[in-house]
């Protein structure tokens, strides 16, 4: 009998611990983080849903809702951003509170559920170009391809979902031939692309019976905010134009120092937040520093200005440009026109805007005690008796003859004694009058006395 009663009590505790972990499991509130895509789609907002969902799995999500209104964008980072859609763990939303055009519309039919507000669209997937005309068939096939498997994978209409894309495809009773599909909310409820109309996220949490939850809006971090802000042209071009202002400035007072060093901090600026969200190639970069290696050379070693310098300065301003742009090895097929014009002009008034500055400000700085402290202006001249000559008295406008022949360095002999000789290139044979035109450093420099 004891022991029945312990049995029963041992069971009455384990019931208790059941009943008490559930009421507490049915306590915690369900998270819920909620992103937006309101802009193109591009390399941009690729990073952004790639650190939103990074977000999603550190704070341990239950649900993503993406907030959409977007006319589309770049077919490739809308491709990565479907890709990081399939490979999240929990539930995925949309909320098309407006458009969900051409990548939207993929990036849409990639999550769990749609839902749409009164007055939205989904649809016109068809691939452009920058001005607007239907890119090559590649592009399309590929489109449609990605359209319809992934609706396919969403169980979704995958025919629907190509006829978005190519307006050859005749569908009865949804399309004809001739138009590419774009739903408004009642049409996308009817065919399978739309869970239902809400007017809000909190609507969408009701419908699905979500009644304690914690809504999480994801924002960028300070750093991501940073980096957005040196994204700006306009910050941009400041940071050309110290790029460009700090490198002429030490090529013309070398060894000052805080110029070159404004340069690369600019410089860094400038490069790691477009490589960071993906505009900026590992060979656009290479490029810079390659034209930077040529102009180093024009200026220190090949004298003259000819090839060398011509090609640095292509391929440092070329790569300022394409660093801003989001091509694909020089393919512009889907790079704006506008786009291409603000990184033209960005990079255009930033190296002349850094020229003009270096003008404007470098006479001033020079002469100012700062500059003063930190760079060497002292001159060493001969009336304060310093000199880089061997000899004890100026040779400059003796005359003597050539002691042997000079091609071009060899020796003379002025008022009885001998010299190390050197001529300007000139070929001057034994026994030749010569004259002294400079007597710096160990040799004279002579030539032919008329």
Known sequence: MGRLKSFVIIICLLLQILVTNQAISQDEKAKVMVMEIKSEIDPRTNHYVD??????????????IIEMDTYGGIVTDAKD???????FEKPIWVFINKDAASAGALISIACDSIYMAAGANIGAATVVTQDGAAAPDKYQSYMRSTMRSIAEEKGRNPKIAE?????????????????????????????????????????????????????????????????????NPFISGILIMVIVGGIWFELQTPGVGFPIAASLIALVL?????????????????AFFLGLILIGL????????????????????????????????FDFTFVEFDSILIAVVVASVGVVGGLILLFMIGVKMTDSK?????????????????????????????SGVAHTVL???????????????YTRGDYID???????TSDEGTSLKVKLEA
Request: hydrophobic letters at 45%; one cysteine or more; aromatic letters at 10%.
């Open 51 to 64: 650190l939103a969902l990074e977000h999603a799995t550190a704070i341990e999500a239950d649900y993503v």
């Open 81 to 87: 951003i479907v890709e990081n859609i399939l490979d």
């Open 163 to 231: 006829a978005m894309v190519d307006q050859t495809i005749e569908i009865d009773s949804v399309t004809k031939a001739g138009q590419v599909i774009t739903f408004s909310t009642s049409e996308a409820i009817k065919h399978g692309f739309c869970e239902a109309k809400v007017s809000s996220i909190e609507e969408i949490l009701e419908r699905n019976k979500i009644e304690d939850y914690e809504l999480v809006k994801y924002e960028l971090s300070t750093t991501d905010t940073i980096i957005e802000f040196f994204l």
């Open 270 to 286: 400038y490069f790691v937040p477009y490589y960071l969200t993906g505009l900026a190639e590992n060979w656009e970069i290479i």
């Open 298 to 329: 024009e200026v220190f070693v090949i004298p003259g200005f000819g090839v060398a310098g011509i090609l640095g300065i292509t391929l440092t301003l070329g790569s300022l440009i394409l660093v801003m742009l989001n091509n694909d090895a």
């Open 370 to 398: 700062f500059f003063a402290r930190v760079a060497l202006t002292d001159t060493m001249n001969r009336s304060e008796g310093y000199t880089s000559s061997f000899n004890d008295k100026t040779l400059v406008g003796k």
């Open 407 to 421: 091609r071009p360095s060899g020796k003379v002999l002025i008022d009885g004694d001998v010299y190390d000789a």
């Open 430 to 436: 034994k026994d030749q009058k010569v004259i002294v």
